[in-house]
T-cell receptor, first 115, second 116 residues
Framework: AQSVAQPEDQVNVAEGNPLTVKCTYS??????LFWYVQYPNRGLQFLLK??????LVKGSYGFEAEFNKSQTSFHLKKPSALVSDSALYFC?????????????FGKGTKLSVKP | NAGVTQTPKFQVLKTGQSMTLQCAQDMNHNSMYWYRQDPGMGLRLIYYSASEGTTDKGEVPNGYNVSRLNKREFSLRLESAAPSQTSVYFCASSERGLAGAPDTQYFGPGTRLTVL
């Protein structure tokens, strides 16, 4: 069975510092991995996805994520956090060859960036 | 280009009442989805429609029905609402490529439903 774990309910970062939001996954075979962001009272917005190839994926708003197959992780990173990055972040995984209905989301990590 | 739209934005129901949540997309996507979001639970799939004319159950389908009215529209119906269905409901759509393709889902703004 597929699963996604986001081990931190909340991450606190000072503005200008680097940020990391952690995600680990479990799936049979090779995964497709996604990060979404949700601002208050809004729907989810796509940030980036890993399909194949380069393990470092660059996405929207200066975010990037690193796929690590041996550690089954896909951590979200940004070199310099902004207050406007404060939001809820979701990692999601789907097995290759799986149906569209099998996109599994983590429980979310609340990112708080303080000035 | 509005993307994915949902109506209503907010709704309060009494236990046993019925209602339909509406969703429409203008991106010519083949696949559409209904999720519910509960605190600390992430998003859980209720139903999805891989293409016009097909629907499939997701993780939490009990108490819900869906209709893929046409390519643009996918509605979610609660026949007899229960307090456990208090949640935020999101509709999403995606381009359906080859089987297993990593299509990105695009989400609507959500419907906040309270069942008393």
């Amino acid at each position: 069975a597929q699963s996604v774990a986001q081990p931190e309910d909340q991450v606190n970062v000072a503005e200008g510092n680097p940020l990391t939001v952690k995600c680990t996954y479990s799936v049979s075979g090779n995964p497709y991995l996604f990060w979404y962001v949700q601002y208050p009272n809004r729907g989810l917005q796509f940030l980036l996805k890993y399909i194949t190839g380069d393990n470092l994926v660059k996405g929207s708003y200066g975010f990037e994520a690193e796929f690590n197959k041996s550690q089954t992780s896909f951590h979200l990173k940004k070199p310099s956090a902004l207050v406007s990055d404060s939001a809820l972040y979701f990692c999601a995984v789907r097995a290759r060859g799986g149906s569209q209905g099998n996109l599994i989301f983590g429980k979310g990590t609340k990112l708080s960036v303080k000035p | 280009n509005a993307g994915v739209t949902q109506t209503p934005k907010f709704q309060v129901l009494k236990t046993g009442q019925s209602m339909t949540l509406q969703c429409a997309q203008d991106m010519n996507h083949n696949s559409m989805y209904w999720y519910r979001q509960d605190p600390g639970m992430g998003l859980r799939l209720i139903y999805y429609s891989a293409s016009e004319g097909t629907t499939d159950k997701g993780e939490v389908p009990n108490g819900y029905n869906v209709s893929r009215l046409n390519k643009r529209e996918f509605s979610l119906r609660l026949e007899s609402a229960a307090p456990s269905q208090t949640s935020v409901y999101f509709c999403a759509s995606s381009e359906r490529g080859l089987a297993g393709a990593p299509d990105t889902q695009y989400f609507g703004p959500g419907t906040r439903l309270t069942v008393l």
